[in-house]
């Protein structure tokens, strides 16, 4: 497709369970973001990667979460034991380098 | 603690008027801005940006001034249309080795009255 592609679009998961969410970027595109949007806040970096290699994974909240890319084009993004205050948008944004970020539509994650 | 600030929730404007969202940062260090406007159910989409070297960029009916001294920023939209209803959300980059990462604000909802 054109645009960067995150699924699925909505997920609910009961407290304690695993959940692993998917986002395929724009084809060609080197740098790929994980952002975290909770309500009524502006999303907040999650981690980077370049190609296959994460070069930053400061603003992941926990250990219960981690990111792969491993073939430096899907990424998958998953949660461990979700609790309820991971309840939030995760966005995913793909870029070339040094230009602006192009974002999917999000997955909108409801821990229960 | 907020190093990009929107400070108004919400704005409400007549269509054909202008519309002025506004933005204040703290960190010195960001050398690069950009807003993005963001529909329900959708992600965010590019807008328009400027440069730290610039104090104004124009596109179309957009325009983004930059006011360094200040740590200020704002974004106009002339004329304003009912389709630009949204919310728009500011973001800065640092410069140097982290100027992938991008702060947002918590964006300001705009909304373009017929």
């Known amino acids: 497709g054109a645009g960067v592609s995150q699924s699925p679009r909505y997920k609910v998961a009961k407290r304690g369970q695993d959940v692993a969410l998917r986002c395929d970027p724009i084809?060609?595109?080197?740098?790929l973001f994980w952002y975290q949007q909770a309500l009524g806040q502006g999303p907040e970096f999650l981690t980077y990667?370049?190609?296959?290699?994460?070069?930053?994974k400061s603003g992941l909240p926990s250990d219960r979460f981690f990111a792969e890319r491993p073939e430096g084009s899907v990424s998958t993004l998953k949660i461990q034991r979700t609790q309820q205050e991971d309840s939030a948008v995760y966005l995913c944004?793909?870029?070339?380098?040094?230009?602006?970020?192009?974002f999917g539509q999000g997955t909108r994650l409801t821990v229960v | 603690d907020q190093q990009v600030k929107q400070n108004s929730p919400s704005l409400s404007v007549q269509e054909g008027r202008i519309s002025i969202l506004n933005c204040d940062y703290t960190?010195?260090?960001?050398?690069?801005f950009l807003w993005y406007k963001k529909y329900p159910a959708e992600g965010p989409t590019f807008l328009i940006s400027?440069?730290?070297?610039?104090d104004k960029n124009e596109d179309g009916r957009f325009t983004v001034f930059l006011n360094k001294s200040a740590k200020h920023l704002s974004l106009h939209i002339v004329p304003s249309q009912p389709g630009d209803s949204a919310v728009y959300f500011c973001?800065?980059?640092?410069?140097?080795?982290?100027?992938?990462?991008?702060?947002f604000g918590k964006g300001t909802l705009l909304t373009v009255n017929p």
């Open positions: 944004a793909s870029s070339l380098t040094d230009t602006e970020a192009f």
């Open positions: 084809s060609g595109h080197v740098s």
């Open positions: 990667f370049q190609n296959e290699a994460q070069l930053d």
């Open positions: 960190n010195s260090m960001f050398d690069y």
């Open positions: 400027i440069s730290s070297i610039k």
């Open positions: 973001a800065a980059k640092l410069s140097g080795g982290s100027n992938y990462k991008l702060t």
